[in-house]
């Protein structure tokens, strides 16, 4: 199948699973920001993020016997959310990997939504050898977060969406942010739009230090980001850009964008007073991006990724900045 | 015309001007509550509440003279805004009276929308007598908050779009619960579902010691509040049922239920960490009721009704509930 095919057929599967989320805009944000900024919600998605769609659509594209057998995934916890959702859906077991760093509200769902949960240190551990090791053991199927056909096929359904949104909404250009970390959301965008709104340019947005799909795009090469911890976006600390995605993103996507974890605090505070959403750190990265980055055009869409944030953070960035 | 036939009047005049507002559910929510409940999330409409649909009914209905004239309201925020940013966009001059204690982000937003506000003493000004005087002397056309069947109408809307979505998810029965001040939202929902979904009832939410509406509805006579302060949820505090709402109630809704100002608050927090919206405490009294009330059935739809709320009463809301 085609790329946009298998986007087409992951939209097949997802109806009636996952929600369609709706474009947002505030006229006293747009004030602010000095520009025209719509806002794609997916931070009101089931389970929080834009994740319930690749889960759902790599659990529901697995052969029978190997959706009985059960699936594993590592994730620092949107992506867990979501496999485990489509997995409890679709009556398979599920074991989800999670840096023991992770925010404890994304834990605490995680296992709500039924799966197994084992954590692992983000700083001394390797995920991969782990996750190859249970799978082998246990014939789970692993779901990778971003280097997955079916899962971008699964996360391009948000372009597929956002291309039908704009085009009611008289938006013929503009620049799509997207929050950024292996890349699969972003490719996923890239591809539907390039069928469907070529008008329309997917940008992606990192946190300072953790730009490395930026420098990648800027190079032409995969570049890798110099450690594993350091910003509040957690959601989206990926050390490089994905073997799939990263070919797609050159030939697709615009210059990347880069914000400060105090402008992503920022967006978030924003994102409260004028959408009333709920954000976390790594989703209002690119809202941060609509906001703050420089060089934009008059017209820009923020993926609002995800909103799965500890509560005594958010309390703490309304207190700083709203 | 009829009753319904107003509020499809009213759907053609906002359409393109307001924005649909999806249905949410969370599965982990549905856990906590016992049942499935789904949530209306008006909270997203522009302006922050349902009473940008009021607000652009009445002001869109006007003689074209009355409206270069210029309109007036009295609201503690909501409905302020909502006619603000109708009368903005109508190129209408539009003062608005608001209590002095309201919400510091309700004043400023009403001003940003360019509104001329002017604040009042709740406790101990007659605002009806202020806004006749200053309606006369400006010619103004005063826009009340509820007892105005354009207004009525306007609200009505969220009852036509949840007869389609509730009937897209399969719910043929259910309770619906909706926040209730005056009445306006909850009597134009009530006319809207008795012609498009008669098998979902309408039942009212209020603060405990501003339950007028209720106790009205089991009287069959307008009970009034013994204060006008003293709970929370300030967009909900209204002193007796409206002349033309309490009628229509009587005949459609069915008996209101009642919340304390911790189960408006524990709502909050819950509709933050599991729908991941923004809810300020009267927007949150028909969840609470859906969380809390005794004797629902198995269904229950609330209506989310509005999400400006101060960011320091938000945090501590979180850092005492969620």
């Known amino acids: 199948m085609t790329e946009i095919a298998l986007i087409e057929a ?24 000095g520009r025209r900024i719509f806002v794609k919600a997916e931070c009101l998605q089931l389970t929080g993020s834009f994740k319930a769609r690749g889960g759902w659509s790599a659990v529901s ?25 489509a997995a409890a859906r679709h009556g398979s077991p599920c074991v989800i990997l999670m840096p023991s760093d992770a925010p404890q509200i994304k834990i605490a769902n995680t296992r709500a939504y039924g799966a197994e949960v084992v954590l ?24 990778k977060p971003y280097d997955d056909p079916q899962v971008i096929a699964g996360q391009g359904t948000v372009g597929l969406e956002l291309a039908e949104q704009a085009a009611n909404a008289g938006i013929d250009t503009a620049d ?21 709104a070529p008008g329309l340019t997917v940008r ?90 420089p060089d934009l055009p008059d017209t820009v869409i923020a993926i609002a990724t995800g909103g799965n944030v500890d509560p005594s953070l958010f309390a703490t960035t309304l207190e700083r900045f709203a």
């Open 10 to 33: 992951a939209a097949l599967r997802l109806a009636g699973h996952v929600r369609q989320t709706p474009l947002l805009y505030a006229p006293l944000l747009d004030r602010i920001a």
């Open 61 to 85: 594209a697995l052969p029978p016997q190997a959706r009985t057998q059960g699936v594993i995934a590592y994730s620092s916890g949107n992506h867990a959310q979501g496999v485990a959702y």
């Open 120 to 143: 692992y240190d983000r700083s001394t551990a390797d995920r991969d050898a782990i996750g190859a090791d249970l799978s082998a053991a246990r014939g789970l199927t692993l779901i």
């Open 176 to 196: 799509v942010l997207a929050c950024c970390g292996g890349g699969g959301l972003t490719s996923g965008i890239a591809l539907a739009l390039a069928s469907r």
């Open 204 to 293: 992606t947005a990192e946190p300072e230090g953790f730009d490395d799909m930026a420098r990648s795009l800027a190079s032409g090469t995969r570049q890798r980001n110099a450690t594993a911890t350091g910003s509040i976006c957690d959601a989206i600390l990926t050390p490089t850009p994905g073997d799939l995605t990263f070919p797609i993103l050159s030939r697709l996507a615009g210059p990347g964008t880069v914000i400060s974890d105090d402008q992503a605090l920022r967006a978030m505070a924003l994102a409260f007073t004028h959408l009333r959403i709920v954000l976390e750190p790594g989703g209002a990265a690119a809202l941060a991006a609509a906001l703050f980055a």
